[in-house]
């Protein structure tokens, strides 16, 4: 993960005119997977839009967006879901106690 914030760092401390030539990067982030890293796109088209100095910032929140929401959603739902199996009799119980 330090990489990811030091590359993030990076694409936005980056001088006029380098943005393009030292990154080369599309609105896409790489998800390792079993022997490979499979591309994921950050926006809809994002495979195809590169990182310019004009929407660095809008990679950069697209970009932790995916890692901290939408990278994780489907871990946070099944959570949630054992979680709301175990409390909800304790919370129906609770609500209809303070009646």
Same mark, same amino acid.
């Given at each position: =993960?330090?990489?990811?914030?030091? @590359?993030?760092? !990076?694409?936005?401390?980056? %001088?006029? %005119? !380098?943005?393009?030539?030292?990154? #080369? @990067?599309?609105?896409? &982030? $790489?998800?390792?997977? /079993? %022997?490979?890293?499979? =591309?994921?796109?950050? /926006?809809? $088209? $994002?495979?195809? /839009?590169?990182?310019?100095?004009?929407?660095?910032?809008?990679?950069?929140?697209?970009?932790?967006?995916?890692?901290?929401? *939408?990278?994780? @959603?489907? @871990?946070?739902?099944?959570?949630?879901?054992?979680?709301?199996?175990? &409390?909800?009799?304790?919370? #129906?119980?609770?609500?209809?106690? *303070?009646?």
């Amino acid at each position: =993960m330090s990489y990811c914030v030091e @590359q993030v760092c !990076s694409l936005l401390s980056a %001088g006029p %005119g !380098s943005v393009e030539e030292v990154f #080369c @990067q599309t609105f896409t &982030a $790489g998800v390792p997977g /079993i %022997g490979e890293v499979r =591309m994921e796109p950050l /926006i809809p $088209g $994002g495979e195809d /839009i590169f990182v310019t100095e004009a929407n660095r910032r809008e990679y950069v929140d697209a970009y932790v967006d995916f890692y901290l929401n *939408r990278s994780v @959603q489907r @871990q946070f739902e099944v959570l949630l879901h054992g979680v709301l199996q175990y &409390a909800r009799p304790y919370v #129906c119980l609770s609500s209809q106690l *303070r009646l």
